[in-house]
């Protein structure tokens, strides 16, 4: 079982920056790819990006490659978002999720994750 906590979140103006944290409780954290997804009000929750368990492999989303970076830090149990020149679309809810899968290429599947954290909200005024 683990457990997890997103933490950053805030309001930011259009250019600005914001680093998300997601901290898990429980064992083998480096056992799990981690992924981040996003929820906007009134739409599907989508994949921002992910990170391999080891943390030597990230996989980012088009709309947000350049701007954000995922990393981890296993001893401390966390994974993290770094998100620069931030735009309006990138206003929703941030989830971070732990998945035991290893495939990449269903990393951005939300059904692929098996622990969500409550979400953090980021809003980018312009």
């Known amino acids: 079982q683990v457990q997890l906590a997103e933490s950053g979140g805030g309001l930011v103006q259009v250019g600005g920056s914001l680093r998300l944290s997601c901290i898990a409780s429980g064992r083998s954290f480096s056992s799990y790819a981690m992924g981040w997804f996003r929820q906007a009000s009134g739409k599907e929750r989508e994949f921002v990006g992910a990170?391999?368990?080891?943390?030597?492999?990230?996989y980012n989303v088009p709309s947000v490659k350049g701007r954000f970076t995922i990393s981890r830090d296993n001893p401390k149990n966390a994974v993290y978002l770094q998100m620069n020149s931030l735009k309006p679309e990138d206003t929703a809810v941030y989830y971070c999720?732990?998945?035991?899968?290893?495939?990449?290429?269903?990393?951005?599947?939300?059904?692929?994750?098996?622990?969500w954290g409550q979400g953090t909200q980021v809003t980018v005024s312009s």
């Open positions: 990170i391999s368990r080891s943390g030597t492999t990230t």
């Open positions: 999720a732990a998945s035991v899968g290893v495939l990449p290429q269903n990393f951005g599947l939300v059904n692929y994750y098996n622990y």
